[in-house]
């Protein structure tokens, strides 16, 4: 909802700020005061292109401010901080404040800032597109498309419709889905045989070999044991000669210890400090004899003949690299690559059964969807019989009786993901004409009453924050005025409502009245917006009845229509 507008240099308006707010806004003003500026400052607003023309004659750029009342956890929210910008929220309350700026310079440049950011032209045409609809003599029509016209069919048609057209949609994509898998299966049968021979080829030369995890690692210290096997046997045998002498030419380390030890004894009674000395030469003694015992064995160790090994473990660690090279780098990646090739190679082999598996199933998807769009086709045509019904009822009170309105559903032969009906709004403006396409043969004044009885009816069920119409009462007068009024206060009791008129009969059943005037003073005429109320209020419109705000009759006629209008209001 747009709780404020400001507007500075804008065509005739010098600076003015329009307080909207909730409800239905009605705003009035003489010919040529710059009424219709208002609804262009909007289009504005939401992105529309920028005319250099309406920047105010002298002015260097036009500046439109609006304040709005958005859901801070909705659509736009996030879509604002996505763009860098800021929802403020406002305490105690459960709306976010939105600000949104537009300027447009009068050599034609354009400046956006959403939530405190600056942003490009476009996000506020994507923001209008869930904030705002205006409907003028020239706009376009929310409604304008055929999906656009088809999803409000099916706002209207219930909630009961939507279920099944969920369900639908659910059997939709698992049908596309299955039927993509078989058409990449088919497409790309050749390339997935090529993939399942070299799969089967590998698999083959792996098992064929056989590698253990951490197997390269354990070969790699193997080999170089083997391939330094002599002087390992030369160090072992060194350092046992040197620990235990066999050969008794030189005293061994174990005798000297053991020597240490029994010089320190005898005198280790005289002296208490030495029997630590005394018990770590014994542990000595123990710990080399020990060392001895270990080289002794290893050496025993490599007196087998584990030369001849060498050979078959350089050939092993061959057929290991073999395989790094190609399915690795390391060993655990080829390990890991022949179990998952395993089951791979099961599914490429079993595509002939998948497809004819799929093919069955997508049959049988398919009939299921079509009952279902069927349904979906029924479905639409009651609610479309009820919607055009309901809306030509709306058009005959709007000074269009002869007027019908035509909800048109026509098959596709393809199934869509909303089934396969095209949907379009036709418009017979008379008896005798044919019905034609939304925008086509109907005035603009037609057009914007067309709109506004299809809004009043799709209302309850495909809200809009804020409805712009501008002449929404152009041509029409007296009763039909009226029942203009009354429907859009009727809309007003969902949506924020602004309306540009020149009735007095529309403008009485507003809840909110502002007028556009002229302020002659200076050489340029300027244009400034007030809020009516009381005696300003009543003045205004009987200006509107009249053409004189100060005649009596006037005054009096404008009293019986508001009282009029606040009772034909409740009724409703």
Same mark, same amino acid.
């Given at each position: 909802?747009?709780?404020?507008?400001?507007?500075?240099?804008?065509?005739?308006?010098?600076?003015?700020?329009?307080?909207?707010?909730?409800?239905?806004?009605?705003?009035?003003?003489?010919?040529?005061?710059?009424?219709?500026?208002?609804?262009?400052?909007?289009?504005?607003?939401?992105?529309?292109?920028?005319?250099?023309?309406?920047?105010?004659?002298?002015?260097?750029?036009?500046?439109?401010?609006?304040?709005?009342?958005?859901?801070?956890?909705?659509?736009?929210?996030?879509?604002?901080?996505?763009?860098?910008?800021?929802?403020?929220?406002?305490?105690?309350?459960?709306?976010?404040?939105?600000?949104?700026?537009?300027?447009?310079?009068?050599?034609?440049?354009?400046?956006?800032?959403?939530?405190?950011?600056?942003?490009?032209?476009?996000?506020?045409?994507?923001?209008?597109?869930?904030?705002?609809?205006?409907?003028?003599?020239?706009?376009?029509?929310?409604?304008?498309?055929?999906? +656009? #016209?088809? *999803? =409000?069919?099916?706002?209207?048609?219930?909630?009961?419709? $939507?279920? @099944? /057209?969920? !369900?639908?949609? &659910?059997?939709?994509?698992?049908?596309?889905?299955?039927?993509?898998?078989?058409?990449?299966?088919?497409?790309?049968?050749?390339?997935?045989?090529?993939?399942?021979?070299?799969?089967?080829?590998?698999?083959?030369?792996?098992?064929?070999?056989?590698?253990?995890?951490?197997?390269?690692?354990?070969?790699?210290?193997?080999?170089?044991?083997?391939?330094?096997?002599?002087?390992?046997?030369?160090?072992?045998?060194?350092?046992?000669?040197?620990?235990?002498?066999?050969?008794?030419?030189?005293?061994?380390?174990?005798?000297?210890?053991?020597?240490?030890?029994?010089?320190?004894?005898?005198?280790?009674?005289?002296?208490?400090?030495?029997?630590?000395?005394?018990?770590?030469?014994?542990?000595?003694?123990?710990?080399?004899?020990?060392?001895? +015992? #270990?080289? *002794? =064995?290893?050496?025993?160790?490599?007196?087998?003949?584990? $030369?001849? @090994? /060498?050979? !078959?473990?350089? &050939?092993?660690?061959?057929?290991?690299?073999?395989?790094?090279?190609?399915?690795?780098?390391?060993?655990?990646?080829?390990?890991?690559?022949?179990?998952?090739?395993?089951?791979?190679?099961?599914?490429?082999?079993?595509?002939?059964?998948?497809?004819?598996?799929?093919?069955?199933?997508?049959?049988?998807?398919?009939?299921?969807?079509?009952?279902?769009?069927?349904?979906?086709?029924?479905?639409?045509?009651?609610?479309?019989?009820?919607?055009?019904?309901?809306?030509?009822?709306?058009?005959?009170?709007?000074?269009?009786?002869?007027?019908?309105?035509?909800?048109?559903?026509?098959?596709?032969?393809?199934?869509?993901?909303?089934?396969?009906?095209?949907?379009?709004?036709?418009?017979?403006?008379?008896?005798?004409?044919?019905?034609?396409?939304?925008?086509?043969?109907?005035?603009?004044?037609?057009?914007?009453?067309?709109?506004?009885?299809?809004?009043?009816?799709?209302?309850?069920?495909?809200?809009?924050?804020?409805?712009?119409?501008?002449?929404?009462?152009?041509?029409?007068?007296?009763?039909?005025?009226?029942?203009?009024?009354?429907?859009?206060?009727?809309?007003?009791?969902?949506?924020?409502?602004?309306?540009?008129?020149?009735?007095?009969?529309?403008?009485?059943?507003?809840?909110?009245?502002?007028?556009?005037?002229?302020?002659?003073?200076?050489?340029?005429?300027?244009?400034?917006?007030?809020?009516?109320?009381?005696?300003?209020?009543?003045?205004?419109?009987?200006?509107?009845?009249?053409?004189?705000?100060?005649?009596?009759?006037?005054?009096?006629?404008?009293?019986?229509?508001?009282?009029?209008?606040?009772?034909?209001?409740?009724?409703?």
């Amino acid at each position: 909802m747009i709780e404020e507008l400001s507007i500075r240099d804008l065509g005739v308006i010098g600076e003015a700020v329009l307080p909207l707010g909730p409800g239905f806004t009605a705003v009035t003003g003489e010919t040529g005061a710059g009424k219709t500026m208002v609804v262009s400052a909007l289009g504005l607003l939401f992105g529309e292109r920028a005319d250099t023309g309406s920047v105010r004659s002298g002015a260097p750029h036009a500046w439109i401010e609006g304040r709005l009342l958005v859901d801070p956890e909705g659509r736009v929210s996030d879509r604002v901080r996505e763009a860098g910008g800021d929802v403020e929220r406002i305490d105690g309350d459960p709306a976010g404040e939105l600000i949104l700026s537009r300027s447009v310079s009068a050599e034609g440049r354009s400046r956006a800032v959403v939530g405190g950011r600056s942003a490009p032209i476009s996000l506020l045409n994507e923001l209008g597109g869930d904030l705002v609809v205006v409907h003028g003599q020239s706009d376009q029509l929310r409604l304008k498309s055929q999906q +656009a #016209q088809r *999803a =409000s069919l099916d706002s209207f048609a219930g909630p009961a419709f $939507a279920e @099944r /057209l969920a !369900a639908y949609r &659910e059997l939709h994509r698992t049908w596309q889905a299955h039927a993509a898998e078989i058409e990449t299966l088919v497409t790309e049968r050749s390339a997935r045989l090529r993939e399942a021979e070299q799969l089967r080829t590998a698999v083959e030369e792996i098992q064929a070999i056989a590698p253990m995890a951490g197997e390269d690692e354990e070969l790699a210290e193997l080999a170089a044991r083997l391939t330094n096997l002599e002087d390992l046997r030369l160090a072992a045998a060194e350092a046992k000669e040197s620990i235990s002498s066999e050969t008794g030419d030189t005293p061994d380390t174990v005798v000297l210890i053991d020597t240490a030890r029994r010089a320190l004894e005898r005198v280790a009674h005289h002296d208490a400090a030495l029997a630590p000395v005394v018990e770590a030469l014994e542990n000595a003694s123990f710990l080399v004899s020990d060392i001895g +015992a #270990q080289l *002794a =064995s290893y050496s025993a160790s490599l007196d087998t003949d584990e $030369a001849g @090994r /060498l050979d !078959a473990v350089q &050939e092993r660690r061959a057929d290991l690299t073999s395989l790094m090279r190609k399915y690795g780098p390391e060993l655990a990646d080829v390990i890991a690559y022949a179990e998952s090739a395993e089951p791979r190679l099961l599914e490429l082999d079993s595509d002939s059964d998948r497809i004819e598996e799929l093919t069955a199933l997508v049959d049988d998807e398919h009939a299921a969807l079509t009952v279902a769009a069927d349904g979906l086709t029924e479905l639409r045509s009651t609610a479309a019989g009820v919607l055009a019904e309901r809306v030509t009822a709306e058009l005959a009170a709007l000074a269009m009786p002869n007027a019908r309105f035509v909800v048109e559903i026509q098959p596709r032969d393809e199934l869509g993901t909303t089934g396969r009906d095209l949907v379009q709004f036709l418009l017979r403006p008379h008896e005798g004409s044919d019905p034609r396409p939304l925008g086509k043969g109907a005035s603009g004044g037609e057009l914007s009453r067309v709109m506004l009885a299809i809004e009043v009816v799709l209302a309850a069920a495909d809200p809009v924050p804020t409805f712009v119409f501008d002449e929404v009462d152009s041509g029409v007068g007296g009763a039909s005025a009226i029942e203009i009024g009354r429907r859009l206060a009727a809309l007003a009791q969902n949506s924020q409502v602004i309306v540009v008129t020149h009735l007095a009969q529309v403008a009485a059943f507003a809840s909110n009245h502002l007028r556009v005037e002229k302020d002659l003073d200076g050489p340029v005429t300027a244009s400034n917006v007030v809020q009516l109320s009381g005696d300003a209020r009543l003045a205004e419109m009987a200006r509107l009845l009249s053409g004189l705000p100060d005649s009596e009759s006037g005054l009096a006629h404008a009293a019986e229509l508001l009282a009029t209008a606040r009772s034909l209001a409740v009724s409703h």
